[in-house]
């Protein structure tokens, strides 16, 4: 037996395994043959209510992954047939929910090496020791997610210039669909806040606040007070004042534990995350002079020490009128051009700052961006790309980590 899988605009055969009218029918998997693997939460959520909610949706997201699994699975334990329901559910999860993508998996030995050690290390956690100390690794790294600005993964989208990514944040996120729930819970209305607006909030923020009124630092570095418009985009005069104001308020009090998500309330439109991108676009716009920071020979903001506050030792150096104006990033990563004289073939303009698709095509980053916002495919496989942190930017550094993946550039045509 064979089956033909689509690959790009070709196709594939890949041998399954006989098949036999004895063998028995494949048991669809359960969710509560997997979700006990899953099912714990960071142990700072306080509120029984809350986070039970933050359970169920959970378990409502694995639930629409294990439906889909289980239509392919006759399928795909023809390649799998020694699997466990936990290993199907892993690998199916590493493969984006494609059914295909994982068959073409079948004769890696590194991907089923994987997908094996995940699921030991998976049914390790029905441990209680194990499982606590993983609770504590997970609120570990949510409270550094929610206060420390360098964890955020968020833009700052205050910087007129391309964003330029370092060479490891391109990490993959897998995407999930977010499920659907057909009857929305409400949750005690707290003091102080309109029940008719509360009934207009989802589960999901009222959740959210309920959670940052014992930790208010936690809502406000997301969410702004009830009934308040935030504000995106560059920052006006009036808020650059305000900004700066508070930093030299914190300073004067001496709060050096002040964090972010506090620090917004003195700007209105703004949260925590918009004023931590804020702080970091004027250390880079050498506005504000801080120690703790420094510029990568990459031309990337990097933190010498962890910390999620504003810096009690920071000054504010206003912009010189005269001198040469900065490089932007774009211009930065440029100069590490591991390539030259090789021209985008959509431009057919010299490629500066080379990028990468994931499936190995390489047009200059400005083009991909035009690509990206004009929700196009890939010129080259009509793949679909939908953010530029699928992208990876070549450079000197990691040239020879991605040689082997470049489709559309000849090894004569590179001078790296």
């Known amino acids: 037996m ?10 594939k ?49 694995m639930q629409t992954i294990i439906d889909r699994l289980n239509r392919s699975l006759p399928q795909i334990a023809q390649f799998f047939p020694n699997f466990s329901p936990l290993e199907y559910y892993i690998a199916f999860d590493e493969c984006q929910n494609d059914p295909e993508t994982l068959i073409l998996q079948s ?8 997908i094996h050690e995940s699921a030991i290390e998976r049914k390790s956690l029905l441990d209680p020791k194990k499982r606590k100390k993983k609770e504590k690794e997970l609120e570990k790294e949510r409270m550094k997610e929610l206060n420390e600005e360098e964890e955020s993964g968020e833009s700052d989208d205050n910087d007129q210039s391309p964003i330029i990514y370092s060479d490891t944040d ?62 995106n985009g560059a920052w006006s005069k009036e808020e650059k004042k305000l900004f700066l104001n508070r930093l030299e308020e914190m300073r004067e009090h001496g709060n050096t534990k002040s964090q972010w998500g506090i620090f917004s309330q003195a700007i209105p439109g703004r949260v925590g995350y918009q004023c931590a991108n804020y702080y970091r676009k004027l250390v880079m716009d050498k ?43 774009y211009e930065r990563k440029a100069k590490k051009n591991p390539f030259k004289n090789v021209i985008d073939n959509i431009t057919k303009e010299e490629i500066k700052v080379p990028a990468m698709s994931p499936d190995g095509y ?25 953010t530029k942190r699928e992208l ?24 790296s």
């Open 13 to 61: 055969v890949v041998e399954s395994a006989p098949s036999s009218e004895s063998d028995s029918p494949i048991e669809p998997i359960r969710i509560n043959d997997i979700f006990k693997y899953y099912d714990f939460e960071p142990t700072s959520i306080g509120d029984k209510q809350v986070a039970e909610i933050i359970r169920q949706g959970k378990k409502n997201r």
């Open 170 to 231: 391109f990490i993959k996120h897998k995407p999930h669909k977010r499920h659907d729930l057909s009857k929305k819970i409400d949750l005690p209305v707290p003091k102080g806040i309109d029940p008719k607006d509360w009934r207009k909030w989802s589960t999901i923020h009222q959740a959210s606040y309920l959670a940052g009124m014992n930790n208010p630092n936690t809502y406000f570095y997301r969410n702004l007070p009830p009934g308040e418009k935030q504000k």
């Open 2 to 11: 064979e089956v033909r899988l689509k690959t790009g605009n070709k196709k």
């Open 392 to 415: 990876v930017i070549l450079t000197t550094k990691n040239i020879d980590q991605y040689r082997d993946k470049i489709k559309n550039i000849t090894f004569d045509e590179q001078q």
């Open 287 to 329: 506005e504000i002079e801080d120690p703790a920071y420094y510029v990568d020979e990459e031309g990337v903001l990097r933190h010498r020490k962890i910390s999620g506050e504003p810096r009690n030792n920071s000054k504010y150096m206003p912009k010189k009128e005269k001198g040469e104006k900065p490089l932007s990033l």
């Open 362 to 386: 390489v047009l200059d980053y400005n083009t991909w961006l035009s690509i990206i916002k004009g929700k196009l495919d890939n010129p080259y496989t009509r793949a679909h790309i939908k």
């Open 107 to 114: 004769t890696d030995k590194e991907f089923l090496k994987k």
